[in-house]
């Protein structure tokens, strides 16, 4: 098995000359459990599959990751459909490049990273590319056997997110970016706001009262799913009391990535759209 690192580059020039039967594709960021590729080649050898992409444990470190990353996180896995992708017939495909095993036999029939080198997100445009060929390919959870730190601080947050979150959101047309925004500050700030508004009417009125025990019961909800993804994170669960802050920084970013799709930036690179 050939174990290749980061960078588009680097993994465009190292590819083909990999002489492995397995290629696993891996960012530089990510920190890999003990017996990590053994476990992902039996899971593919016992399985039949020639396309296999973890969902790393995430790390959030800094003051700015553990207020952001939780909501933003929560946000990203909502939008996504987790009982579609791994279903053949379904053309819905997602893939983290974080972490890809690939049998080189199929590697090399979809055509490489070459095949996708004019993507911001190449690991799910292969994925798309591995359905639409028949390539036998799996999504999964791997947060036992690899662990990664996406980024450093508020600054790579906004700039690395802003990258692609239109994509991720699929939600590249400006309207729906704008909805899609809304509608994450909306709920950020109405899960505080709503209850607070409607407990003064709730003593008077039992309209307020009801409204008021709805939007609290919608409120606990978000807040225990922020709560639970606080934890996940290994972060104290204090921090889930930042949910609007993560939700309007959400908002803000997918607007900037459908704003610049044309030129986005990130660690020195220029990204045209795709």
């Known amino acids: 098995m050939?174990?290749?690192?980061?960078?588009?580059?680097?993994?465009?020039?190292?590819?083909?000359?990999?002489?492995?039967?397995?290629?696993?594709?891996?960012?530089?960021?990510?920190?890999a459990r003990p017996a990590m590729l053994k476990d992902c080649l039996s899971y593919c050898l016992g399985r039949d599959v020639e396309f296999l992409s973890l969902i790393p444990a995430e790390a959030a470190v800094s003051f700015s990751e553990r207020v952001f990353l939780p909501s933003i996180f929560m946000i990203i896995a909502a939008s996504m459909d987790f009982r579609r992708v791994n279903d053949?017939?379904?053309?819905?495909?997602?893939?983290?490049?974080?972490?890809?095993?690939?049998?080189?036999?199929?590697y090399e029939g979809l055509g490489g990273h070459g095949a996708v080198a004019g993507e911001i997100m190449e690991d799910i445009a292969l994925a798309r590319l591995a359905k639409k060929a028949g390539i036998r390919y799996r999504w999964v959870f791997g947060e036992k056997v690899v662990e990664t730190r996406m980024y450093r601080g508020l600054s790579d947050i906004?700039?690395?997110?802003?990258k692609n979150m239109s994509e991720i959101m699929r939600g590249r047309d400006a309207g729906v970016c704008v909805v899609?925004?809304?509608?994450?500050?909306?709920?950020?700030?109405?899960?505080?706001?709503?209850?607070?508004?409607?407990?003064?009417?709730g003593s008077q009125d039992p309209a307020?009262?009801?409204?008021?025990?709805?939007?609290?019961?919608?409120?606990?909800?978000?807040?225990l799913a922020q709560a639970a993804t606080v934890l996940d994170l290994q972060v104290p669960v204090g921090y889930a009391v930042f949910l609007p802050a993560g939700f309007t920084l959400h908002a803000a970013i997918t607007l900037?990535?459908?704003?610049?799709?044309?030129?986005?930036?990130?660690?020195?690179?220029?990204?045209?759209?795709?």
């Not at 050939?2 to 960021?29: N, S």
């Not at 700030?189 to 209850?195: E, F, I, N, R, T």
């Open 2 to 31: 050939e174990l290749l690192e980061p960078g588009l580059g680097l993994r465009l020039g190292q590819g083909p000359a990999a002489r492995g039967e397995w290629l696993c594709f891996i960012d530089a960021d990510t920190v």
């Open 158 to 162: 906004w700039h690395g997110f802003s």
């Open 88 to 106: 053949p017939a379904d053309p819905y495909a997602l893939a983290n490049g974080q972490f890809m095993l690939f049998k080189r036999s199929a």
């Open 256 to 274: 900037n990535s459908c704003l610049n799709a044309g030129q986005r930036r990130w660690k020195d690179r220029v990204y045209g759209s795709s």
């Open 208 to 223: 307020g009262a009801m409204a008021f025990w709805m939007c609290a019961a919608a409120s606990a909800a978000l807040f």
């Open 180 to 201: 899609m925004a809304l509608k994450s500050f909306t709920l950020g700030w109405g899960s505080v706001v709503l209850p607070l508004a409607f407990w003064g009417l």
